[in-house]
């Protein structure tokens, strides 16, 4: 098994262009989350999905990102435009059904300059 | 709201040493609380959750509600425990998963 699919592992961009991460997640998962980690911090939710109905974005920046996820399945983040401080690992995670174990994917490392 | 923290950033250990990573939280309800585990150029992943009450790779962890905390140790580190620790909490019935700040452990050979 794959575990969760991210890409691209990594992206550098200049600041105020768009730029797009996607997630696959474990086949079977409902629950998706998209995690921000910042140099030496721990992981910052985004925002949550249950199937495909984002159920807890209060920490997404609205402004600039959004967030899909067609058919329950896969879910891309978007940011646009970028600014050099969302320089950062961008983390996708699954869970099966309530209270399990999430898995998360490699992350994608974004370098806006 | 629900809050992690973890008060040491490094951590050095010699082999052989035990050790421990401090974890306390704050949440009104019932917590679930977890250790995750990223070591070099991996995937962060789930070390144990306090619900299974069991012992991974020598590491264990009791949760103390009267002292809110939900420290990790082994009783002899390894070289290969050096990586980063993550203290990470759910509150009971809702799906979301709050991370500490992390303890990069260094194990002294």
């Known amino acids: 098994e794959a575990g969760v699919v991210q890409s691209p592992r990594y992206k550098i961009i200049e600041k105020k262009q768009p730029v797009a991460f996607w997630c696959n997640p474990i086949s079977g998962h409902n629950t998706l989350y998209w995690y921000l980690q910042n140099l030496g911090q721990g992981p910052e939710l985004l925002i949550r999905?249950?199937?495909?109905?984002?159920?807890?974005d209060s920490q997404l920046p609205k402004d600039r990102f959004s967030a899909e996820r067609l058919k329950g399945v896969d879910s891309t983040l978007k940011i646009q435009p970028a600014e050099l401080g969302d320089s950062a690992v961008y983390l996708c995670a699954s869970s099966g059904r309530a209270n399990t174990e999430a898995f998360f994917g490699q992350g994608t490392r974004l370098t806006v300059v | 709201a629900q809050r992690v923290t973890q008060p040491e950033k490094l951590l050095s250990v010699f082999k052989g040493a035990p050790v421990e990573l401090k974890c306390n939280y704050s949440?009104?309800?019932?917590?679930?609380l977890f250790w995750y585990v990223q070591y070099s150029r991996q995937r962060l992943q789930l070390l144990l959750r306090?619900?299974s009450r069991e012992s991974i790779k020598g590491f264990t962890a009791d949760l103390n509600k009267g002292e809110t905390s939900f420290h990790l140790k082994k009783p002899f580190a390894q070289e290969e425990d050096s990586a980063m620790y993550y203290c990470a909490l759910r509150g009971f019935g809702n799906e979301k998963l709050t991370f500490g700040t992390g303890t990069r452990l260094t194990i002294i050979p």
């Open positions: 306090h619900i």
């Open positions: 949440y009104s309800g019932s917590p679930e």
């Open positions: 999905y249950e199937n495909e109905e984002a159920v807890d």
